[in-house]
């Protein structure tokens, strides 16, 4: 079946703007404070500290939200290849097992043993994938009566932790204090480690997957929306209400947009925002037919496993072979300040002509 290349040049958007952490605009930034440009930069290549949202904020639900959205064209040429519904499912659970052993593993890479965290993006995405897969199979009224029961759900069950433990919910979405951080506190311990665990630095915790489930549902309906042919008014006014409901609820103080522990009101926000990006992406390349622009993002959204694994392996090993062949002349060439855009810019590119490389050859990793 033919390929919606928007969905790939979205993806692989998001892709480039995680593999662009190379960059290190936030250390320029800081090597040149009087710059408002360089700030602006900086603080759009950071996290959030809690509340709120940057444009590296939204790299994580557009993958989540992708991965839906790309399920009914898998689901179409499953079936239009005759494979039977249980071995569909079988390859729903294995490609869950792996993803979630690929977050683990990328994760370890640097730790002395094996680092059982769950927070990663691979392993959120694999812990609902078979959901996503089920609901892929139902009527599209499932989708959004399941998007229903987490969002309220989720929201119930975070309320009532601390109201329950101290009769306030004063902590219901306070950093290490809300019901993810206390599972986690009992979920982390059962792996082996060389210490007990605590508490995850920025706050995330395993349970995200449950309302991350809901953004991968979002994008399950927008896929079907775009298979359908659907109007993009449509999508237009879906993403104005997703994200007005997400203000809405942070303003009335029910609910903060909070990505780190992925809030209902973060889902409806994100969700808005995805639902607005892939419309436009669908616009210029599918409606308009302007396709030779979005090639870069192609190759990379085509190869987004690689270059996920390119983005945590290869910069410390190509950084060091750049510095070696290369010398610190010439990665200086445009002062100490900005030698880690240089340098960043140069690994960026070779990890894209990687990717290239592999496209041009047809070679594509799939889980």
Known sequence: MQRNQSLDAYRGCAMLLMMAEVLHLPQIAEAIPESPAWAWLAAQQTHVAWAGCSL????????????????PYSLAARQSAGQPERSQFAHALWRSFLLVMLGIFLRSTKSPMTNFTFDD?????GLGYPFLFLL????????????????VGCWLAWMLYPLVLTGSVADAWVKHKNLGAAFDLWWMNLFPRPSPFTRHGGGYTTLNFVPTLATMILGLVAGRWLRSGIDLRRFVVAGAV???????LQASGLCPIVKRIWTPAWVLFSGGLCVWILAGFHWL???KGWRRWAFPLVVVGMNSIAAYFLAHLSPAFVGSSLTTHLGTGFLTACGADLEPLLKGGLILLIEWLILFWMHQRKIFLRV
Do not use: Y
């Open 121 to 125: 993006t691979l392993t959120q995405i």
């Open 285 to 287: 390349i599918e409606v």
């Open 56 to 71: 590296h904020d939204l790299i994580q639900p557009s993958f989540s939200f992708l991965v839906g959205a790309a399920l």
């Open 136 to 151: 892929g199979r139902r009527p599209s009224k499932w989708a959004w009566i399941s998007v229903a029961v987490i969002l």
């Open 242 to 248: 997703g994200v007005a409901a997400g203000l809405l």
